[in-house]
C-alpha cells in the first residue's frame, strides 16, 4: 500500500498561473481533505470530499476548487495563483469522519 | 466554530528528560482530540488520541490527558529520545461531523 501520495512534491508558479494538485489514495477511503500548512496557523481544512462526486467548504476555501470524480483521487485547483496561495498542501484521507486520518507527504507551492 | 490554543510554540528539552505540551479547545461540543507528529519534510502522522469518555490514555512513553471541565488536554512525552524531535500539532473535533480542527504546532527540540 502506498497510503496517500501527492503529485507534483514542489512547484513554482508565477501570479495568475493555473495548476492542480493530485492526491491519490489506495485504501478505499471515503473521505479526502486538503490542507494548507502555513507558520505558526497550523492545518487549515480548504475543501473535502465525503465521497465520490461530492465536496464541500473546509474553513478557508477562496480561490480554491476541487474534484472527486473517482473515489481515490481528490484533485485542487487553483485558477490564478496568487502570492498569498504559498504555502505547504496536504491531502489527507480516512474512512470514515470519525477514524484517523491519514495524510499524504505534501506539496510545496510558491506563487511569485 | 472550534477554536484550539496551543503551548508552548517551540520547545527545548535534555534527552531523557519529559515534554509536556498543552492545548485548549472552545466548543464543548469537542469529544475527539488526536495529536499529530510531523517530522521535518513529511506529513502529519497520528501518534495517540482520546475521546472525552476517558480522562487520559498510554502508549508506551507517550500520554494524553484530558480535563473536559476546564476544556483543555495535553500531551505528555517521557525519556526522550533525539526522534522525538518533530513538529506537534493538537486537534480536537465533534466526532459525528465535525471537522479537525489543529493547534498551531509546538516545535520539539531534544538535544543529547
Known amino acids: 500500500n502506498a497510503g496517500v501520495t501527492q503529485t507534483p512534491k514542489f512547484r513554482v508558479l508565477k501570479t495568475g498561473q493555473s495548476m492542480t494538485l493530485l492526491c491519490a489514495q489506495d485504501?478505499?477511503?471515503?473521505?479526502m481533505y486538503w490542507y494548507r500548512q502555513d507558520p505558526g496557523m497550523g492545518l487549515r481544512l480548504i475543501h473535502y470530499s465525503v465521497g465520490e462526486g461530492t465536496t464541500a467548504k473546509g474553513e478557508v476555501p477562496d480561490g480554491y476548487n476541487v474534484s472527486r470524480l473517482k473515489k481515490q483521487n481528490f484533485l485542487l485547483g487553483l485558477e490564478s495563483a496568487a502570492p498569498s496561495q504559498t504555502s505547504v498542501y496536504f491531502c489527507?484521507?480516512?474512512?470514515?469522519?470519525?477514524?484517523?486520518?491519514?495524510f499524504g507527504p505534501g506539496t510545496r507551492l510558491t506563487v511569485l | 466554530g472550534e477554536n484550539v490554543e496551543q503551548h508552548p510554540s517551540t520547545l527545548s528539552v535534555q534527552e531523557g528528560d519529559s515534554a509536556v505540551i498543552k492545548c485548549t479547545y472552545s466548543?464543548?461540543?469537542?469529544?475527539?482530540f488526536p495529536w499529530y507528529k510531523q517530522e521535518l519534510g513529511k506529513g502529519p502522522q497520528l501518534i495517540i488520541d482520546i475521546r472525552s469518555n476517558v480522562g487520559e490514555k498510554k502508549d508506551q512513553r507517550i500520554a494524553v490527558t484530558l480535563n473536559k471541565t476546564a476544556k483543555h488536554f495535553s500531551l505528555h512525552i517521557t525519556e526522550t529520545q533525539p526522534e522525538d524531535s518533530a513538529v506537534y500539532f493538537c486537534?480536537?473535533?465533534?466526532?459525528?461531523?465535525?471537522?479537525?480542527?489543529f493547534g498551531a504546532g509546538t516545535q520539539v527540540v531534544v538535544t543529547p
Open positions: 489527507a484521507s480516512s474512512f470514515t469522519m470519525e477514524r484517523e486520518q491519514f
Open positions: 466548543d464543548s461540543a469537542s469529544n475527539y
Open positions: 485504501m478505499n477511503h471515503e473521505y
Open positions: 486537534a480536537a473535533k465533534e466526532d459525528s461531523w465535525g471537522k479537525l480542527q
